[in-house]
């Protein structure tokens, strides 16, 4: 006889690369690390939303404090739904997500990392540390060897339906300052291509500006490339990630530092990122401080000639206040694109 319950399995425990996860639930609760709040560790099961939303309710997230409104992960995955719910909870509570040094995070964890956003939802903020692991795939079914009915196999693929629309939903919210969909089509892509023994890993520094991860700790962990080459990686990652290429584009570039004045300081200056043949400009990068011992920070914009899309917004330069002159360019844009992450590097 068809056993439909066990169909219902599409939404429950799926495991990645460690098949012998022990069924028992995750270990949620406060923490004092350095980067979160919250700590969420263990395979994921149903009862972790409710164990989660118990913690963050009570807790008080700080204004100006990352480190309070943030949750650390590690978990090689579990049920696909109470990901879903989890990932959720994350967006509505303005979570931030961390992977930090050495954790791994596979499947229904890699979407709840992917959930993580500024404290009042105005851009995406998921942390991913050079030495941890972040791995998808797709939601999958295993079934004993059984007959099932027309009306089992139907409920399969409307469950499936259900779950791949579930997540193509939460790719779709909205963040306030973010141009681009919360989690890139391209990413839900990669996601589905994979079969239950595979895996799509985020490893290398043009992976995580693809796909709006922040590379936490770069400065601390891989050595840095000179002022002249970070600056043409801040380039390449800047505009083939916007871009939302497979690569990065190749092109010699060479760089101009034009002087100017604008209504706000009148020595001022910005660098032109050109393609060497052709001395097109294809990036404008504007370095910027904002206090007496802040380091330099850069925003920039970048214009495609073939399809006429531009990124950031430069065109007023001369008399629209620093901050609001191009698209803030994090920290570990300056690395090579092909640089892989710890764990990949041969």
């Not at 799926?14 to 012998?20: A, D, R």
């Not at 118990?54 to 943030?70: L, M």
């Not at 595979?198 to 796909?211: G, K, L, N, P, S």
């Not at 504007?286 to 065109?315: E, I, L």
């Amino acid at each position: 006889m068809a056993n439909s319950s066990v169909l219902t399995l599409l939404l429950t425990v799926v495991v990645l690369i460690s098949p012998t996860l022990k069924a028992s639930s995750a270990d949620i609760e406060n923490s004092g690390k350095k980067l979160c709040a919250f700590d969420l560790s263990g395979p994921i099961m149903t009862g972790d939303f409710n164990k989660l939303s118990a913690i963050v309710s009570t807790a008080k997230i700080t204004p100006n404090d990352e480190r309070t409104s943030a949750i650390c992960l590690k978990s090689n995955g579990g049920s696909y739904a109470e990901g879903l719910k989890i990932a959720e909870l994350i967006y509505l509570r303005g979570l931030s997500t961390v992977i930090e040094y050495g954790s791994e995070c596979y499947s229904s964890c890699a979407i709840i990392f992917m959930a993580g956003v500024t404290t009042e939802r105005e851009l995406p903020m998921r942390k991913l540390s050079v030495g941890g692991v972040l791995g998808f795939h797709a939601p999958f079914l295993t079934v004993p060897d059984e007959k099932y009915s027309k009306e089992d196999i139907e409920g399969v693929v409307r469950d499936m339906r259900m779950a791949i629309l579930a997540l193509v939903r939460l790719s779709s919210k909205h963040t306030q300052l973010h141009g681009s969909d919360f989690i890139k089509k391209s990413l839900i892509s990669k996601i589905l291509e994979k079969g239950p023994k595979e895996a799509f890993f985020v490893r290398t520094i043009y992976d995580a500006a693809r796909w709006d991860i922040l590379i936490h700790d770069a400065s601390e962990r891989m050595s840095k490339s000179n002022n002249i080459d970070g600056l043409k990686n801040a380039c390449r990652n800047f505009h083939s990630s916007n871009m939302d290429e497979e690569a990065p584009f190749q092109s010699e570039l060479s760089l101009k530092v034009e002087k100017y004045s604008s209504k706000f300081q009148k020595d001022d200056a910005r660098i032109l990122v050109q393609n060497s043949k052709t001395m097109d400009t294809i990036c404008e990068i504007y370095p910027r401080t904002f206090g007496q011992n802040d380091s330099v920070k850069f925003f920039a914009c970048s214009q495609d000639y073939w399809s006429s899309r531009s990124f950031g917004n430069c065109r007023e330069y001369r008399t629209a206040p620093a901050v609001l002159v191009g698209k803030f360019v994090p920290d570990f844009f300056t690395y090579a694109p092909s640089e892989a992450l710890l764990r990949f590097k041969k």
